[in-house]
């Protein structure tokens, strides 16, 4: 297992004053730089020398989210009244509660 398909993200931190690099599939790790490139490179790096210590060590280190397969279904509770709400709305829009929710959810990740 190499660290190449794991999620990674680089943004600002204006706490530290440099960008940070981030792994999802490992919260706890990051690694700040003064260039997006080398937070990028630091990251990917620490993954891999973590994914290798490991394995190393006989664990098993997590399955990259790009690899894993996705049903495109999952189960939200939500308070009676939102529900009712959401009804009413796909209701009124002409279209199910499922294609509501799901063009909300859409709209409101890829942003």
Excluded: K
């Amino acid at each position: 297992m190499t660290a190449d398909h794991y999620t990674y993200r680089v943004m600002w931190s204006a706490e530290d004053g440099e960008y940070v690099g981030l792994c999802a599939e490992f919260p706890s790790l990051s690694w700040l730089a003064p260039t997006q490139e080398e937070a990028f490179s630091g990251i990917r790096a620490l993954v891999a020398d973590s994914v290798e210590d490991m394995l190393g060590h006989g664990e098993t280190p997590p399955e990259p989210m790009a690899d894993r397969a996705y049903s495109g279904r999952f189960v939200v509770r939500v308070p009676p009244e939102v529900h009712r709400a959401l009804a009413i709305r796909a209701a009124e829009e002409g279209v199910s509660l499922n294609r509501l929710v799901s063009a909300r959810l859409a709209n409101d990740t890829l942003r």
